[in-house]
């Protein structure tokens, strides 16, 4: 039928051509991280054997968690970083792992033997996972000692 529309036209010459130019390709869209609002976490122990969960969470979670049987899919190391651009980094990098569906991650943040025995970055950590960071926390705990010990946290991030 098509053929039959089109008999006895001829095509059109290259000056009465009307040439339509691509339109330039779209920048990238944006992604923008949407820190989930904080919640109020539930602090089972403290100190450098730190563990913490969110509402709803049992504590059978968190000691699988604290005792290494779930194994982190990702790990961020803070070492040698300023407390800002650890926090920066922290922050992208759990939003990341949300986005990815991570499960676990592992967070090395030192003991603070370097910094006159005051756990700057550690301390830092823990504060913004229990506080404006607290929204992407399942549970949190200290790292096994093959992991890093006081020295590293685990999280289990929501998803």
Request: proline share 6%.
């Amino acid at each position: 039928m098509f053929i039959d529309a089109i008999a006895g036209t001829t095509p059109m010459h290259g000056a009465n051509r009307v040439r339509i130019e691509p339109k330039p390709a779209a920048a990238a869209p944006v992604v923008r991280d949407v820190v989930p609002s904080p919640i109020a976490l539930t602090i089972d122990e403290g100190g450098a054997q730190i563990a913490a969960r969110a509402p709803g969470v049992n504590r059978a979670q968190v000691a699988e968690l604290r005792r290494g049987r779930v194994r982190p899919e990702a790990e961020l190391d803070l070492h040698g970083m300023t407390v800002d651009a650890a926090d920066t980094a922290l922050k992208r990098f759990l939003a990341e792992s949300a986005r990815a569906r991570r499960r676990c991650v592992l967070v090395i943040h030192g003991r603070g033997l370097h910094s006159d025995g005051v756990a700057v970055l550690r301390e830092s950590v823990i504060g913004s996972l229990m506080g404006s960071l607290s929204g992407y926390v399942h549970c949190l705990s200290a790292a096994a000692p093959a992991d890093g010990g006081s020295g590293a946290t685990y999280v289990m991030v929501r998803g």
